[in-house]
């Protein structure tokens, strides 16, 4: 019985958290940027995370299982990607910024790494019925001899390096530092449908319009005519 068990267990350890994060980043990117973005096939073993040039993001995520996200961008790579993430969101060219170390670059890479890691930790909810929640993403410009180590102290920390490319095959780098953690499924179930939100806004504002034309129903016009005759109308 132990044998059947096993094998009807679903292990999902750190490669798949790893997938699920980069699936994140793809999307959520891509949506923001309305151009393609994809990652390597390969993924690295390092022992530490780092901050490196040219801009350095970071989030750290507790609960379930605790761990810490990096993001570093080149110059070329923050850049394309905040362009046209303003651009889709339909602000003229002229009214850019044109330099990486500008507040702004900084602020709309802060806010694009938010919705990532937004988008991963709801999965996590749903896939994994776990709960990790974030802290703020904190954002640096880096001189480029400047590499800061970040020390999520887990007690025993896997690390890993994912490489990601741009439409325009500029290259930015995820490194992901989690426990050494597996989920196992004790039993079968579905795991949650993502809800969209503008589908739930649309729906409910269907329920909430009433059409002007709408003719009541006979009860209610019999009803309406029975109050104002007995008013004298």
Do not use: W
Request: charged share 20%; proline share 3%.
């Amino acid at each position: 019985m132990s044998e059947t068990r096993q094998e009807s267990e679903v292990v999902y350890g750190t490669e798949d958290i790893l997938t699920s994060l980069c699936n994140s980043v793809t999307r959520v990117l891509s949506v923001a940027t309305q151009s393609r973005l994809h990652y390597s096939g390969m993924v690295q073993r390092i022992t530490k995370t780092s901050l490196k040039p040219d801009i350095g993001c970071f989030v750290l995520f507790d609960g379930g299982f605790s761990g810490l996200v990096v993001l570093n961008f080149s110059a070329a790579a923050a850049m394309e990607i905040y362009e046209s993430y303003m651009l889709t969101m339909g602000m003229p060219k002229s009214a850019l910024s044109h330099s990486h170390t500008s507040d702004e670059v900084s602020n709309i890479m802060g806010e694009l790494m938010n919705q990532i890691v937004g988008d991963f930790t709801g999965k996590v909810r749903r896939e994994l019925q776990t709960n990790i929640t974030q802290n703020q993403p904190k954002m640096l410009v880096l001189n480029k001899q400047v590499v800061l180590s970040v020390d999520a102290q887990l007690d025993q920390p896997e690390v890993r390096r994912v490489t990601f490319y741009t439409d325009k095959s500029n290259i930015f780098y995820l490194e992901l530092a989690i426990d050494r953690t597996e989920f196992i499924r004790l039993g079968n179930f579905a795991a949650e449908e993502e809800v969209n939100p503008d589908d739930v806004i649309a729906q409910a504002q269907a329920q909430t319009q009433t059409p002007a034309t709408a003719t009541p129903p006979k009860a209610e016009q019999d009803d309406h005519e029975a109050l104002l005759k007995s008013l004298g109308m």
